[in-house]
């Protein structure tokens, strides 16, 4: 194509958001295609007469939205791949000088020994029968293990509602493949799991923010959404946040399931990290179980490369669960199944969720030393920090500034639902640092950068 030359919605500010939001309407609107080359920034500044440094923080939030990508020495271009990138599913940083922050690594110095498990492994035998095809949904050892997963969170369910996938962001997907057809709303807290966004988008769903405070999502505002714009499905992390670390109460829960009861709307409960709070309150699915969609997950309380996660599902949905499984991976790998039942069994699971639950307020102990000045959100249990930025900063400037100094720490945006702006502030991964000790000299240098505000040249990044 031509070179590339945006109407730029002149009223809108900053400048570079108005570049970057006419970038999207472009893309959306067909005028800009995948795979199409973007004019470098020194051109594209050039041809419009404003600065290097707008145009790189145009391509930059575009970028994080996953509308284009840069190749390094090529140049920019309009994103291929359909969908969202998946910003926090995947990626570990090769950058050796990097304290990197960003993803939600679960502290795997506290993993189970996997070297010892293949040795019980071994010892049982007959270990070729994991290289078969074969029915996980099936096979009473891993509904079993399921069934005692699903009771260490609170959930006694029978075994005919137990589905297994291949970890919770495959359990999301699952989910919401059956429940919704595209076009469909969704909703979620404001902030919420950017894995579940992503899900949404890859499977054209809309989402909507509904607001919180601090004992969680607001039954009032959810009522209102539920009266007023037909929802499919509502999804919630009841324990421990991710981002925010908010744990809702007791009562809350009941009220929210009381609301969803109402209106009839199936509930998406993730429970991904209730094994790092002592005595949280019952599951939402304990006061709505015929609407409740219960994940329980071995990723973060046990490891995260074992990728299998638990579901109790209301009874009539079991079937279109399974088969929604076998139509996106045919079967859960046995190999993995076969490690999480004899982890669950031998009780080697539960150990390793204490040992990262200590290392998570340990770590808090030192994030709030070394930060807890600074307005933020979290928990003393959570793997995470969302640190709230003074206004000099905006999420993806702080990030970036952060990152030149050795530190990568996630923007806001890919946490942000539907119809809500990104609010000026950052996640840190407190249990993505290898030591507590990486974790301290990279909080250090936060809250060293915080202290003293300086940017460095946009042009370098
Ligand atoms: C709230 C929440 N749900 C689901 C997932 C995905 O977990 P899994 O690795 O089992 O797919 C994550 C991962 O960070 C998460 O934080």
């Known amino acids: 194509m031509a070179i590339w030359t945006p109407e730029i919605e002149e009223r809108q500010r900053p400048l570079y958001m108005a570049l970057a939001n006419a970038l999207k309407a472009d893309i959306a609107s067909g005028r800009l295609h995948p795979g199409d080359r973007l004019p470098t920034q020194r051109e594209l500044a ?6 290097i440094g707008t145009v790189t923080r145009a391509y930059r939030e575009a970028e994080e939205r996953g509308g284009i990508e840069s190749a ?29 922050l960003t993803l939600a690594h679960p502290q795997y110095s506290e993993d189970p020994d996997l070297a010892e498990a293949f040795r019980n492994l071994l010892r049982r ?76 988008t890859q499977l054209g769903l809309r989402t909507r923010g509904v607001p919180g405070d601090e004992e969680g999502m607001l039954p009032g505002a959810l009522s209102a959404f539920c ?124 150990r390793a969720a204490a040992r990262k639950r200590a290392e998570a307020e340990a770590r808090q102990v030192i994030a709030n030393e070394i930060l807890g000045r600074f307005s933020h959100r979290t928990h003393p249990r959570s793997y995470y920090f969302w640190l709230e930025l003074p206004e000099e900063w905006t999420s993806a400037e702080f990030a970036a500034e952060a990152r030149r100094r050795g530190v990568g720490v996630a923007t806001a945006r890919p946490f942000v639902t539907g119809g809500c702006s990104p609010p000026p502030a950052v996640r840190i991964s407190l249990s993505a640092a290898e030591s507590r000790t990486s974790l301290e000299t990279a909080l250090g240098i936060l809250s060293n950068l915080l202290d003293n505000p300086t940017k460095g040249s946009p042009g370098l990044v």
């Open 227 to 350: 009266k007023n714009e037909g929802p499919k499905a509502l999804y919630l992390i009841p324990t421990i946040h991710n981002p925010t670390g908010v744990v809702m109460s007791a009562a809350r829960r009941k009220e929210i399931a009381s609301v969803a009861a109402q209106y009839d709307l199936p509930v998406i409960e993730d429970d991904i990290l209730r094994l790092l709070e002592p005595d949280p309150p019952p599951p939402i699915s304990t006061f709505y179980p015929q609407g409740v969609f219960f994940i329980a997950d071995m990723s973060k309380s046990v490891a995260g490369g074992v990728r299998i996660a638990y579901l109790s599902v209301p009874q009539p949905f079991k079937e279109a669960v399974v088969s929604a499984v076998s139509n996106t991976v045919f079967m859960v790998s046995p190999i993995c199944a076969e490690l999480a039942a004899n982890w669950i069994e031998d009780g080697s699971a539960l």
């Open 46 to 51: 050039s041809n419009l007469g404003i600065s």
């Open 72 to 100: 390094p020495g090529r140049g920019t271009f309009v994103r291929r791949v359909r969908g969202e990138r998946a910003v926090m599913g995947a990626g570990i940083s090769y950058d050796s000088n990097l304290i990197d």
């Open 125 to 200: 035998g007959d270990l070729q029968r994991l290289l078969r095809y074969q029915s996980i949904e099936g096979n009473p050892g891993y509904l079993a293990a399921g069934e005692k997963w699903l009771g260490a969170h609170g959930i006694s369910t029978e075994r005919d509602r137990i589905a297994v996938t291949a970890g919770a962001q495959h359990a999301l997907y699952v989910l919401l493949s059956i429940l919704t057809e595209s076009g469909d709303l969704v909703l979620a807290d404001e902030l919420t799991y950017p894995g579940f966004v992503s899900a949404v």
